[in-house]
């Protein structure tokens, strides 16, 4: 199990366009795409990173739009593998 990240990790994460979700201890971000093609890219390529490092986001893709939250359930809130992912997925976009 991994341990909870800290307010200033949290602020940073917040700083690149992540937010809080409400009642939940998880971050979330939009994504919007120019097409659906290239919305299910971002989302293959990021399923691919997610699969290689055992943390999966909970999301969903409407057209051009893919909407993504990230927690560490085992841990109970945002953990540096959600910190990991949220940083390759805007990488990824």
């Known amino acids: 199990m991994t341990d909870k990240i800290s ?3 949290l602020a940073s994460l917040l700083a690149n366009g992540w937010q809080k979700v409400d009642g939940r201890d998880a971050i979330t971000k939009t994504y ?3 097409n659906f093609v290239d919305a299910f890219g971002f989302m293959t390529r990021a399923a691919l990173w997610a699969e290689k490092w ?3 986001p909970e999301w969903t893709n ?3 739009t893919v909407e993504v939250t990230l927690t560490s359930h085992d841990a109970g809130g945002v953990t ?3 910190v990991k992912l949220a940083s390759k997925m805007d990488t990824l976009f």
């Open 7 to 9: 307010e200033e990790e």
């Open 32 to 34: 919007v795409f120019s």
């Open 54 to 56: 055992n943390h999966h």
């Open 62 to 64: 409407v057209y051009k």
């Open 80 to 82: 540096d593998r959600d």
